[in-house]
């Protein structure tokens, strides 16, 4: 305070004065500007299976528009993994193993060092020390806020990184391997997707909005491929292959959006 008990004016920090009408921080700023990103309209292109476009698709961004989150992707990714683990490794210690029940020689006399059992774990077949046991629980718990949040990031950064295609349709005129690939050699003709055939190992992924088996039979003989069911769709699957094929996206989007909580 000054002469008079009047506050001195200054500028050292956001507590001195009550905020003028008008003003806002900086911090404010930038959430203002997230917010005005999050509402921008997003598009994509749909193909046909022979390459060729066909329209543009309004993509929600509480889908495709999130920004990227690796902490949040990655404890939800080794949650899935540790919740694949059966954990079947198992080991026995000196009161499981077999023998052992007869005092091997007396405690004295023999100037040799006293021993109880022959399952010691210093034992050659003895019991193991602090060996894995089947009854660990590996599972963890994962809110369901978090898992859709991490898989809707995952999908925003492929489609940020040009690894997301919309296809009205995969059909072949038999159910052949050899019609499958034609079909894919179509495809193939989609900017980004040239190698879906020449990739060795995790190629794409193919969602279709219903159970085919014809389909999941036939171009599930393509070693780098893998055919699964939208509303199936998983954290790991997307993360292990390159590229991501949505079948029926009109469809394929009722599916993503139902899985928004």
């Known amino acids: 305070t000054g002469v008079g008990g009047q506050r001195k004016q200054h500028s050292c920090c956001f507590g001195c004065y009550p905020r003028q009408a008008g003003h806002s921080f900086g911090n404010q700023t930038k959430i203002i500007k997230f917010q005005d990103m999050l509402k921008?309209?997003?598009?994509?292109?749909?193909?046909?299976?022979?390459?060729?476009?066909?329209?543009?698709?309004?993509?929600?961004?509480?889908?495709?528009?999130?920004?990227?989150?690796?902490?949040?992707?990655?404890?939800?990714?080794?949650?899935?993994?540790?919740n694949k683990r059966s954990g079947t490794a198992d080991s026995k210690d000196r009161s499981e193993v077999a023998g052992g029940g007869k005092k091997p020689w007396t405690q004295k006399g023999t100037g040799r060092a006293r021993h109880g059992s022959i399952r010691s774990p210093i034992w050659r077949g003895g019991g193991t020390t602090f060996g894995p046991l089947s009854e660990k629980n590996y599972t963890k718990k994962i809110n369901k806020k978090m898992k859709s949040k991490a898989l809707f990031t995952v999908l925003s950064k492929k489609l940020k990184d040009n690894e997301i295609f919309f296809v009205e349709e995969l059909k072949t005129s038999k159910p052949k391997t050899k019609e499958a690939r034609n079909v894919l050699l179509g495809v193939s003709k989609i900017p980004g997707l040239e190698k879906i055939l020449s990739k060795k190992k995790n190629?794409?992924?193919?969602?279709?909005?219903?159970?085919?088996?014809?389909?999941?039979?036939?171009?599930?003989?393509?070693g780098n491929l893998m055919v699964e069911e939208l509303r199936n769709i998983n954290l790991l699957d997307i993360l292990n292959y390159k590229n991501i094929l949505i079948i029926s996206p009109i469809e394929a989007l009722k599916t993503l959006s139902s899985k928004i909580k």
């Open 203 to 222: 190629s794409a992924v193919i969602f279709t909005p219903d159970k085919n088996k014809e389909t999941e039979r036939v171009f599930g003989n393509f």
């Open 40 to 82: 921008i309209e997003m598009e994509a292109k749909i193909y046909n299976q022979d390459g060729k476009e066909k329209g543009l698709l309004k993509l929600p961004s509480d889908i495709f528009g999130l920004p990227w989150n690796a902490d949040l992707v990655h404890q939800v990714a080794t949650s899935y993994m540790s």
